[in-house]
């Protein structure tokens, strides 16, 4: 059984930086095409980076560019959101998934086969 769980959500203020992180178990790491969505009160859930089975293509939401980024850890297991410049509108819950890696696209939530908890980002003004 696949499972993900995120950590390194928080309260921050506008400008500063964040690092989420996702740890997966009971699967093949490098099989899986790692993606995060997020999801604020009152939102659809919406994508925001994606990282290939290989970690080789990343995709980005425009609206994170250049400020986010995307990486991952193959010996750990892990995936990790770093986020700088941080923005009141960047305040959700953010989700870490994953999904095989040949199947469906990483811009839609939809292609993705398993899904962490969440992690609350509160980002103040």
């Known amino acids: 059984q696949v499972q993900l769980v995120e950590s390194g959500g928080g309260l921050v203020q506008a400008g500063g930086s964040l690092r989420l992180a996702c740890v997966v178990s009971?699967?093949?790491?490098?099989?899986?095409?790692m993606g995060w969505f997020r999801q604020a009160p009152g939102k659809e859930r919406e994508f925001v980076s994606a990282?290939?089975?290989?970690?080789?293509?990343?995709y980005y939401a425009d609206s994170v560019k250049g400020r986010f980024t995307i990486f991952t850890n193959n010996a750990k297991n892990m995936v990790y959101l770093q986020m700088n410049s941080l923005k009141p509108e960047d305040t959700a819950i953010y989700y870490c998934a994953a999904k095989y890696d040949y199947r469906g696209s990483y811009y839609s939530p939809l292609a993705y086969d398993y899904w962490g908890q969440g992690t609350q980002v509160t980002v103040s003004s």
């Open positions: 990282i290939g089975g290989s970690g080789g293509s990343t």
């Open positions: 009971g699967g093949t790491f490098m099989r899986y095409g």
